[in-house]
């Protein structure tokens, strides 16, 4: 247990301290970027995508990489969160002046909406494994999308959704994801988190030891779906336009891919392979025709020499970097005296 | 008082009856002995006791409660708990959330406890962590806590088995071929590790095993079954001088 804190010192070296106090700073580092200009609209948008792409990948990352099940169905719950928001969000906009009120107005009925399409999809396809359950998921998100193409008077189909007030700022998105990673995270050092691991190392022993693994694998299957509701919120406010095709089986594959490329089962894993992954093909555009050449091939020479992805399950802990480099150094120095000593 | 309570407990798999009006009953803190030649289904038995498997007759009853047609994981509420022929541990977890995560059902915090750490959820996991160490105390793995179960040696991966099985907090234990693929010594140390559970956590234990010299060594009753029938029972002296048994172990 931790011990109380009585002075400074005691505070600089705890560690939910410093944790907070590492968020605080990259948001404020950010924030006066954007404040004094020196990001332009174009960087700004990437990064409010970024934030986007985080929320989905760490959300699948309880389904896929926690729960260790293939869902190829992912966009299918960002988009029912995204139109249900952006919806919502046109609804209320003459009632709500405050945009932050508005946004968790509408995001919390996506997250609602999200989380009970994934309990009706869930109950039964959780029955299925692996490649069988990954194809039932996949239907799933093409059900969505045709659903949102025909359903014209509420979608307004191929068209289109336009006027969806822009309301997704920086800030905004920032704290949403902040909240949305660290309950994630506190969910899986929970009972309940190491109940969804143990299904994934073995489920005949998970059972053998008590836990009640349907009841386990729906809870994870549907947190994943609210938490991408949410993602899909956070996407309708952010382009003010909704068209069906943003959801496509291209998209689920798109934040699959962040997922194993980030190290399936590692939640800073998935914000770094998010990072990389928006802002690549975004540099690539040099190369033209070729990016998606480079960006395939990026991904085969990550597989091959990386195949648990780039964080393997492990979580990077900036109250452990400085254990780290002292044990380094004095590693170095041992070898060193050593090689002295002879 | 008797803890598990089996009658006429039979299945079948298609034409073959695979376990065949099977009856036992086990007391309180004793240690039973299951034997039988390979394939005469000890391992289906325990596939029945533990919910698995549904049997087509016959009745189990734990602790006076029927376990028929109740879930492997509500088996384990009811008091009984089980390891594996091939060891089956959570591979990629610590040695310590091995043991945490059969300690599950005995933790008591809901979800929003754990994302706010509430003063319950801090109680809560401390608590099982105490107790986890305890039993890992007893078992000499301490020392390995935080190492990965995967990269234990096999020896005391089969210990860390056991361990995780005690953490449910069962009456009785089923170990499914404990001694399998171990060598003299880990067999001998085995041995101990099983007498000391039966006094220490005051555990009824149901044991398969290949191995006689473990069987005839700690068993205090034996009982042997051929083609899913009981061909004899009694205590290890008996078994070793009974006609049927060494007829169905070496042939006529």
Known sequence: ?342 | MSILEVKDLSIQFGGLKAVDHFNLSVDHNELVGLIGPNGAGKTTIFNLLTGVYTPTEGSIYLNDVSTIGKRPSDIVLLGSSRTFQNIRLFKNMTVLDNIKVAYHNRMDYNFVSSIFKTKKYKIEEARANEIAKELLEVFDLLEFKDHLAKNLPYGKQRKLEIARALATNPQILLLDEPAAGMNPQETEELMATIKLIKNQFNVSILLIEHDMKLVMGICERIVVIDYGKIIAKGNPKEIRTNKDVIKAYLGE
């Open chain 1, 1 to 342: 247990m931790r011990a109380k804190i009585k002075n400074i010192k005691d505070l600089l070296i705890d560690p939910r301290f410093i944790n907070y106090t590492i968020i605080v700073t990259i948001f404020l580092v950010m924030f006066s970027l954007i404040q004094f200009e020196l990001v332009n609209r174009y960087i700004y948008n990437l990064l409010v995508m970024v934030l986007i792409m985080i929320v989905m990948s760490t959300s699948l990352n309880i389904a896929t990489g926690f729960l260790g099940e293939l869902v190829l169905g992912h966009a299918g719950f960002m988009g029912i969160g995204a139109y249900t928001a952006a919806i919502i969000g046109i609804a209320l906009r003459p009632y709500i002046e405050v945009d932050l009120l508005l946004f968790v107005v509408s995001a919390i009925a996506a997250m609602i909406l999200a989380g009970t399409a994934g309990l009706l999809v869930g109950t039964p396809a959780l029955r299925l494994r692996g490649d069988y359950l990954g194809i039932m998921t996949l239907g799933f998100g093409e059900i969505v999308r045709n659903l949102i193409t025909n359903l014209d008077t509420v979608t307004n189909g191929a068209q289109g959704l336009a006027g969806i007030p822009r309301i997704m700022t920086f800030p905004i998105a920032f704290w949403t994801t902040v909240l949305i990673v660290t309950t994630i995270f506190l969910f899986m050092n929970s009972r309940h988190g190491r109940a969804i691991l143990s299904i994934r190392e073995d489920e005949i022993a998970s059972e053998s030891v008590g836990i009640n693994i349907t009841r386990y694998k729906l809870l994870a299957f549907v947190l994943a779906s609210m938490f991408a509701g949410v993602g899909g919120a956070m996407f309708a406010f952010k382009e003010g336009f909704l068209a069906p095709v943003s959801f496509n089986f291209l998209k689920s594959v798109e934040i699959f891919v962040i997922v194993v490329l980030g190290g399936m089962g590692s939640l800073s894993g998935s914000i770094v392979s998010s990072i990389v992954l928006v802002f690549l093909p975004e540099y690539l555009r040099d190369f033209k025709e070729y990016r998606y050449l480079l960006y395939s091939a990026i991904l085969v020479i990550t597989m091959l020499y990386r195949p648990k992805g780039l964080m393997g399950t492990k979580e990077f802990d900036f109250t452990q970097l400085k254990n780290k480099i002292t044990t380094f150094t004095k590693r170095l120095k041992a070898r060193f005296s050593k090689g002295s000593d002879r």
